[in-house]
């Protein structure tokens, strides 16, 4: 079983972060990237306020960029899925469907996931008209009209990204008032391909061999309609990704976990960084910054536990 000086669960910005800085510090570090390199990060289809890229760049582009340069500074990179851990001996031991392996610190970078509606018809027809990526599936409904469900940053910009195939863009929220930044509220306002059906919730997804549309119910009238539409693509918030940790480390009533402000998790030697701990603002940058401040703590954790004494950084 080798033994790494740090193991990082998670390939998102956090996770990429974490291990430029770690590898960059002389750990032997490992990224074990999950089922996807780069996180819902690389999902999406243009990221404009991470700094340094005043005309954008993609999410997919941004996420390499960063696994390229965690690789130059010598952090190994497994495709692979980790199945259980055992916190509550040191070294940790991670287990993956390859074998398994052995940290002095371990950072957590897991992320979240899309949360369901929950209603009939979602389950049934994913991967037949349900999505939860339009940067993954957007090029299937050229010409088509799809439907978004969703206030946020997410969801609208997801919207304004669908307009390139879609002829027809609905956008359903269950509030009077969109939760997305007003720069992208205002660019999907004067988009024609959109248009906003408020105060209202998707009651049923409908269709025979794939989706054929959605029953709606507004939520101030009660009354019920049904809307063609070829898509649904959903973005109503995340579920985070801790069920590997439950009964280990310390997590809120939400499932996120619970860490301080320097990513220490409740057990000595793990850290927490990006969306699986981040309630406040999930961004990238964010997230990388936390994935940083993580790595420098499990240095520091990693040199108390060898009785060396942990340089200062600027």
Do not use: W
């Not at 965690?70 to 509550?88: H, P, R, T, W």
């Not at 720069?183 to 999907?188: E, N, V």
């Not at 990238?284 to 040199?303: H, L, R």
């Amino acid at each position: 079983m080798e033994l790494y000086d740090v193991i990082i669960i998670g390939s998102g910005p956090a996770g990429l972060s974490a291990g430029i800085y770690s590898a960059r510090s002389a750990l032997r570090t490992l990224i074990i990237t999950g089922r996807a390199i780069g996180g819902q990060a690389a999902l999406t289809a243009e990221i404009e306020n991470y700094p340094g890229f005043p005309e954008g760049i993609s999410g997919m582009e941004l996420t390499r960029l960063m696994q390229e340069q965690a690789k130059k500074f010598g952090a190994e990179i497994q495709m692979d899925e980790v199945i259980s851990v055992n916190l509550k001996d040191h070294p940790f031991t991670i287990t993956t469907y390859s074998g398994d392996y052995r940290c002095k610190a371990l950072i957590i970078a897991t992320g979240v996931s899309p949360r369901k509606l929950g209603v009939p018809g979602e389950e049934e027809f994913i991967g037949r008209g349900v999505s939860f990526c339009a940067t993954c599936d957007g090029f299937f409904y050229k010409d088509q009209e799809v439907a978004v469900v969703g206030g946020g940053d997410s969801a609208v910009k997801e919207a304004l990204y669908l307009t390139r195939f879609a002829r027809k863009v609905y956008i359903i929220h269950r509030r009077d008032q969109l939760r997305a930044e007003a720069i992208i509220q205002a660019r999907a306002r004067q988009n024609e391909r959109i248009e906003f059906i408020l105060n209202s919730v998707v009651t049923e997804i409908v269709g025979k061999e794939k989706v054929e549309g959605v029953r709606i119910r507004n939520l101030k009238t009660g009354d019920e309609s049904f809307l063609r539409v070829d898509g649904v693509f959903i973005y109503i918030g995340n579920t985070p990704n801790t069920s590997l940790f439950k009964g280990q480390i310390e997590l809120d009533e939400q499932g996120y976990i619970v860490t301080d402000r320097a990513m220490h998790t409740s057990v000595p030697g793990v850290f927490a960084a990006g969306d699986v701990q981040e309630k406040v603002l999930a961004q990238v940058v964010t997230a990388a910054a936390s994935g940083a401040i993580a790595a420098m703590e499990a240095e520091k954790f990693i040199a108390r536990l060898e009785g060396r004494e942990y340089p200062g950084r600027s």
